[in-house]
């Protein structure tokens, strides 16, 4: 059973810094795309950034230039460092992944998440 655990999450004030793990296991045959979604209180979960299997990007307008995805593919880990937090980041932080599985299937997983509080 494949599952995703993310950790970094912090309370931290406006202007700092955190980077975000989360660590895929159990039944992986190859991950394709990975992502960081985000829950604001009160608010529908959202994307924040998205790497494919070869690397490439896409980021929310709202981090472009303040948040950066990474992944390394030996460790099935995908990475986010947020720089320049803002209160409005705050949120809990959810990991995906898109997984070729052992038993060849597809599907798509979940984390549990991690929060995020950026004061001002």
């Known amino acids: 059973q494949v599952q995703l655990v993310e950790s970094g999450g912090d309370l931290v004030q406006a202007g700092g810094s955190l980077r975000l793990s989360c660590v895929a296991s159990g039944g992986i045959f190859r991950i394709n795309a990975m992502g960081w979604y985000r829950q604001p209180p009160g608010k529908q979960r959202e994307l924040v950034a998205r790497?494919?299997?070869?690397?490439?990007?896409n980021y929310a307008d709202s981090v472009k230039g303040r948040f950066t995805i990474s992944r390394d593919n030996a460790k099935n880990t995908v990475y986010l460092q947020m720089n320049n937090l803002k209160p409005e980041d705050t949120g809990r932080y959810y990991c995906n992944a898109a997984v070729f599985t052992t038993n060849l299937r597809v599907g798509e997983y979940w984390g549990q998440g991690t929060q995020v509080t950026v004061s001002s």
């Open positions: 790497i494919t299997d070869s690397s490439g990007t």
